[in-house]
């Protein structure tokens, strides 16, 4: 069974940064892809960014582009988001999952496993 938590989320001014972890149990932690999504109240669950099993690759939704950075370490079986320049649309309880079948990054259907989310506020 394989488990994520996510932690790093607070409140913070406009401008300001914050990095998320997502720390992975289970030995095929560095097997399988991940991403982030968040959701906003009343607003589906959308993707935000994605990182392959070695670190190789990484994409980002275009609301983010520039902005955040996502990182792995395999060896300490966590992944990371590297917020920068924080708005607040992007206020939001922020997701990592691990991405088990192939196909578009983007798609949450595609991702198996989640953690509980936590809360990132940005203050204008």
């Known amino acids: 069974q394989v488990q994520l938590v996510e932690s790093g989320g607070g409140l913070v001014q406009a401008g300001g940064s914050l990095r998320l972890s997502c720390a992975g149990s289970?030995?095929?932690?560095?097997?399988?892809?991940k991403g982030w999504f968040r959701q906003a109240p009343g607003k589906e669950r959308e993707f935000v960014a994605f990182i392959s099993a070695s670190g190789g690759s990484t994409y980002y939704a275009g609301s983010v582009k520039g902005r955040y950075t996502i990182s792995r370490d395999n060896a300490k079986n966590t992944v990371y988001l590297q917020m920068n320049s924080l708005k607040p649309e992007d206020t939001a309880v922020y997701y990592c999952?691990?991405?088990?079948?192939?196909?578009?990054?983007?798609?949450?259907?595609?991702?198996?496993?989640w953690g509980q989310g936590t809360q990132v506020t940005v203050s204008s």
């Open positions: 289970g030995r095929t932690f560095s097997r399988y892809a």
């Open positions: 999952a691990e991405k088990t079948q192939l196909g578009d990054t983007g798609r949450a259907n595609l991702y198996d496993y």
